[in-house]
């Protein structure tokens, strides 16, 4: 039985490339190419694919068309493939709707591996975006245990308001006297923070508050010295 496969992505030449490789896989079948969000959603309805292969970093590719993906054909799974993702751009992906994921540069055989894994309804991540993770500090084994979700990141104000804090480097007694309340209550929320976002270090709590606007970079970039 084929695999029916949706191929999404902005860039021609990545649709040729990818179009190339799997003429020659039999057990998958390209039904059709997106080269925007419109069209991607226009041939899902059509084909009811088993797999879309998009880059969601390409131009309207991101976390809207892939929910809006899944809303109009629930059965479809979604498999991410991009040049370099950062860990945040993997998280964005995955609590959009995202299965699976490999990057551009993997060999042919593991692109061919993780559209088959997914079909069968598994999640493949391919070593290079496993490592990224694991460098980022996110707890990759919990990660992939976790059951599948398309909800989305969502933080209190008061667990934005944590974080920013931590960035800011003080302590949890600080924090708990600052906010008034007791330090169990911010390592509760710590704990609550670092599950939601799929990490396990203070390390990268900070690089999620300095990629959202939570605390400033120049903080540590000129704080050495003073």
Excluded: W
Excluded at 100 to 116: F, G, N, Q, R, W
Excluded at 134 to 163: G, H, M, N, W, Y
Aim: glycine share 8%; charged share 25%.
């Amino acid at each position: 039985m084929h695999i029916r496969t949706l191929l999404a992505d902005h860039s021609e030449l990545g649709l040729i490339g990818l179009k190339a490789l799997f003429a020659g896989v039999d057990r998958v079948e390209v039904v059709g190419v997106a080269r925007d969000p419109i069209a991607m959603q226009a041939l899902l309805v059509r084909h009811r694919p088993d797999v879309v292969l998009i880059d969601h970093t390409s131009e309207g590719f991101g976390a809207r068309a892939i929910r809006e993906g899944l809303r109009r054909c629930k059965r479809t799974r979604f498999v991410g493939i991009t040049p370099d993702p950062s860990p945040m751009a993997l998280m964005s992906a995955v609590r959009a709707g995202v299965t699976s994921y490999v990057k551009k540069d993997c060999d042919l055989d593991e692109i061919v591996d993780a559209v088959v894994s997914t079909a069968a309804g598994k999640r493949f991540f391919c070593g290079k975006i496993l490592e990224t993770l694991r460098k980022a500090s996110f707890d990759v084994d919990r990660f992939l245990a976790e059951p599948l979700t398309c909800a989305p990141v969502t933080l209190s104000e008061r667990e934005c308001e944590i974080i920013g804090l931590i960035a800011e480097g003080k302590s949890y007694t600080r924090i708990a006297d600052q906010l008034n309340l007791s330090a169990h209550t911010v390592t509760t929320h710590r704990r609550n923070i670092m599950q939601k976002l799929g990490v396990n270090s203070t390390a990268a709590v900070v690089l999620y508050a300095v990629k959202n606007g939570m605390a400033s970079p120049n903080k540590f970039l000129f704080n050495e010295g003073r």
